[in-house]
């Protein structure tokens, strides 16, 4: 059975800093797109940041300004997003996701809450 168990989720202060993890188990997606999604209460999920089995990552728009950071360890079939200087609309559930070969998301955590207070 394939699952994705996102962690490092919780509460901290604008201008902090969290890491996400993502581990996943029952098959091995080092060959995989794997992305992080977040979705804010009453909003649809919207794309971060994706990173190709090569290392190779890509961001949304909205995340180009570095304040996050996606990387993988394919050996712990892991994948992180490392998020700096949060700001309140930061709070949001984010949730990580494996692409099939063909480019879609097919499989996803349960989400990770990050809250952030100002």
């Known amino acids: 059975q394939v699952q994705l168990v996102e962690s490092g989720g919780g509460l901290v202060q604008a201008g902090g800093s969290l890491r996400l993890s993502c581990a996943a188990s029952g098959r091995t997606f080092s060959r995989n797109t794997m992305g992080w999604f977040r979705q804010a209460p009453g909003k649809e999920r919207k794309f971060v940041a994706a990173?190709?089995?090569?290392?190779?990552?890509?961001y949304s728009v909205d995340f180009k300004k570095g304040r996050f950071t996606i990387s993988r360890d394919n050996a712990k079939n892991t994948v992180y997003l490392q998020m700096n200087s949060l700001k309140p609309d930061d709070t949001a559930v984010y949730y990580c996701?494996?692409?099939?070969?063909?480019?879609?998301?097919?499989?996803w955590g349960q989400g990770t809450q990050v809250t952030v207070s100002s």
């Open positions: 990173i190709r089995w090569s290392g190779t990552s890509t």
């Open positions: 996701a494996a692409a099939t070969t063909g480019g879609q998301y097919a499989y």
